[in-house]
């Protein structure tokens, strides 16, 4: 595709159960990263990824958290029991290999909701 | 580690002004790269400039340029001209090279600026 994809745009769920949240990087791209948006506040990392491997996941916040990319484009963030806290937009980004100097192109978002 | 300080919560400016975001970072990385994102109301990140750190000339892109101060570990974004459609948040945004050579990947963004237009 010309852009990041992100599906679903807007997921609601209750607390405690699980979600997978799906990012379609551009074509092309080896790096992939997470970020999550609180309202009013700039984005948090939370994962990168260069091609399949996750070169720094240092970002995600306890163990409910996990990501994959198991074939180095598609990447999938999953949550498991969810929290309410855990409600935020999740942006997925790709640049083509992660060097210094790329800058990094943003999907439009997943709106978690969690009651 | 990298940080990120945006110090104004909100700016205004006229329609036509130019207006200047503030940003300043910390780094102990030799090498960095410095970039600012739009964020409208419609929730996309848009790449506005980017500088490097070892630029010799301050960014520039269009209605945008950026006043790179490297001793005062600074990089504000100037937008001249001013436009109704600039109303958005901006993002100041750094990435860092290690010692090594490799990039560390992630981006680290501060915590944001709302800047209004009026006409």
């Known amino acids: 595709g010309a852009g990041v994809s992100q599906t679903p745009s807007n997921k609601v769920t209750e607390k405690g159960k699980y979600v997978e949240l799906r990012c379609d990087p551009i074509?092309?791209?080896?790096?992939l990263y997470w970020y999550r948006q609180s309202l009013g506040q700039g984005p948090e990392f939370l994962i990168y990824?260069?091609?399949?491997?996750?070169?720094?996941d240092s970002g995600l916040p306890n163990d409910r958290f996990f990501a994959v990319r198991p074939e180095g484009s598609v990447s999938t963030l999953k949550i498991q029991r969810t929290e309410r806290g855990d409600s935020a937009v999740y942006l997925c980004?790709?640049?083509?290999?992660?060097?210094?100097?790329?800058?990094?192109?943003f999907g439009s978002g997943t709106q978690l909701s969690v009651l | 580690a990298q940080k990120i300080t945006q110090t104004q919560p909100g700016m205004f400016v006229q329609e036509k002004e130019a207006v200047t975001l503030d940003c300043t970072y910390d780094?102990?990385?030799?090498?960095?790269?410095l970039f600012w994102y739009k964020q409208p109301s419609s929730g996309e990140m848009i790449f506005l400039i980017y500088?490097?750190?070892?630029?010799?000339q301050n960014a520039t892109e269009g209605r945008y340029s950026l006043n790179f101060q490297k001793a005062r570990k600074s990089a504000n974004l100037v937008i001249s001209a001013s436009q109704l459609g600039d109303s958005a948040m901006y993002f100041c945004?750094?990435?860092?090279?290690?010692?090594?050579?490799?990039?560390?990947?992630?981006?680290?963004f501060g915590q944001g600026t709302i800047l209004t237009v009026h006409p």
């Open positions: 074509s092309g791209h080896t790096a």
């Open positions: 500088q490097g750190s070892y630029d010799q």
């Open positions: 980004a790709s640049s083509l290999t992660g060097a210094t100097n790329e800058k990094l192109f």
């Open positions: 780094t102990s990385d030799p090498s960095y790269g």
């Open positions: 990824f260069q091609g399949t491997g996750a070169a720094d």
């Open positions: 945004a750094m990435r860092a090279t290690r010692r090594g050579g490799t990039s560390y990947g992630k981006l680290t």
